[in-house]
């Protein structure tokens, strides 16, 4: 298993891999490559990729410290950081046969390696509660990060994204965002 910089050319399997896991709609070839342009700074990619082969196993987009803005799904008065200082760890992703095997730890290790060269001291998620055998808050804690607060239904039509259907609750999300932050 390796794990690497994500690149353009990665687009289409990480296309498919987030959308098979999420639903339809969660990324597409347009609001990938906005995300994917967030994660280069300095000319280093803060983005990661898992691999067996030639297959994609696990992704993670970041994006690179000052290259996004806090909205009001964010509590920048409750981290601990100066938010010019703090990464997005927007979303991570593992096939589900290969979970339970720290590939995800791997892939948010590649990060933040990446994000601390470009000046970052902590990185924000929002990190999804009703993930699968609660894996997304197991393997985030497990990495030292903590709860700053809960935000319901952060995905849903109204709040997200009409053409996001999540694949938990089978179209209109209702899911909860926990806002946690992890300091490295
Ligand atoms: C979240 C995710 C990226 C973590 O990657 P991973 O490679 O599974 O990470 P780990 O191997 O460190 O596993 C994390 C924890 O989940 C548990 N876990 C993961 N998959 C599991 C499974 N299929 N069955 C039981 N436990 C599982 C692990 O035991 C570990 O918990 P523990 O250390 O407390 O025992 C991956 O599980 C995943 O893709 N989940 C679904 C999508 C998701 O929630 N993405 C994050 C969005 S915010």
Redesign the pocket.
Known sequence: MQIRSLLEEDFDVVIKLGNA?HGKGYLTRQSLLEMFNKGIKHGINAHAIATTGEKVI?FRLTYSPGNWNSDEWCSPKHWAVSAQKVCYFK????L?E????????LLLEHSINAVKQQGAKAGI????KE???N??I??FS?AGAKLIKEHPKRWSWENYDENYDCAHCGGNCHCTACEMLLEF
């Open positions: 896991i696990g979303t991570n992703n593992v589900p290969w979970r339970g095997n720290g590939v995800g730890h998620a929002h990190i999804w993930s699968p055998n894996s997304s197991r393997y497990k």
